[in-house]
């Protein structure tokens, strides 16, 4: 009788913590939606998702290993206007939007561009950088002169990003990568044809980086980069444009574009 007590007992437990955690990922995933600005200020910090490899909008410095970059710099700023610490999450790109919706982190600061297909699925904030996408091969290569030279070429690219897309519809074979600093690096080892991405970060490694490459053809597609989070979150939304909005009013957002790439970039 008292080992039949002690099973029944030993199975209740069980059975109430199955019912109420189910799995982690799911349990995470339900807090962060509708009160996720609620949770943000409960913990005093804002988890952030971002790469750390791409430059110069998010790496590590060489000197100290601190996670720099515009943003960073964009992000640690919104995130103490909202009163709370930025802890970021350093995550391969192909990885992080789904982070994003599972509730690994809060909002993702990583050049994320405004699309479609993604307002479906995320809640955006306002922009706060305004690009263009560029063209890099080897400097010896002068086959690919632009966009219409690109079908059956081997581009090196971040698949789900907007320029693995476009290098894609263009009719490039997608060679994937988990970041841009190893695609141009193939690029430059002339193991792939071609990597497209954005051209104020293409314009820093040319400058940064001793590597034989080139930009070719003329800026595409205009694209503005903003802060995805979580989708039914407006209140957090709402608090990080009011963040932005002050940054643009005082000159911060600007003094933090100049002092990465030496104009605004955070304006059309």
């Known amino acids: 009788m008292k080992r039949w007590m002690i099973a029944i007992g030993m199975i209740i437990p069980l059975l109430v913590l199955g019912a109420c955690g189910g799995g982690g990922g799911e349990q ?3 807090k962060n939606t509708g009160n996720l600005l609620s949770d943000i200020k409960k913990r005093g910090e804002i988890r952030i998702g971002t790469e750390g490899t791409y430059r110069p909008f998010s790496f590590r410095e060489k000197k100290n290993n601190k ?15 909202m009163g709370v610490k930025a802890k970021f999450v350093e995550t391969p790109w192909d990885s992080m939007l789904t982070g994003l919706s599972t509730g690994r982190f809060d ?21 706060y950088s305004v690009s263009y996408a560029a063209i890099v091969v080897h400097k ?27 290098a894609q519809k263009a009719g490039a074979e997608i060679v994937s990568y988990e970041d841009m600093m190893t695609a141009m690096q193939d690029v430059a080892a002339k193991r792939a ?26 800026p595409m597609e205009k694209s503005e980069s903003a802060f995805p989070v979580p989708k ?6 709402k608090e990080i444009n009011k963040a932005l909005d002050g940054m643009r009013k005082d000159g911060t957002l600007t003094k933090i574009s100049k002092k990465w790439f030496g104009e605004d970039v955070s304006k059309p």
């Open 67 to 81: 996670l720099t970059g515009y943003d960073i710099d964009v992000a640690r700023e919104v995130a103490r206007r």
């Open 140 to 166: 010896d290569n002068n086959d690919i002169k632009g966009i219409g030279d690109v079908k059956g070429k081997r581009a090196a690219q971040t698949p789900t990003s907007n320029y693995g897309e476009m």
């Open 232 to 237: 039914g979150n407006e209140d957090l939304v």
């Open 28 to 30: 995470e995933g339900a």
């Open 193 to 218: 044809d071609l990597s497209m991405n954005d051209r104020l970060a293409v314009a820093e490694m040319l400058k940064t980086r001793d590597l034989p490459l080139k930009k070719v053809g003329k």
């Open 107 to 127: 909002m993702v600061a990583n050049q994320v561009g405004i699309k479609k297909e993604r307002k479906e699925k995320f809640d955006f904030s306002q922009p």
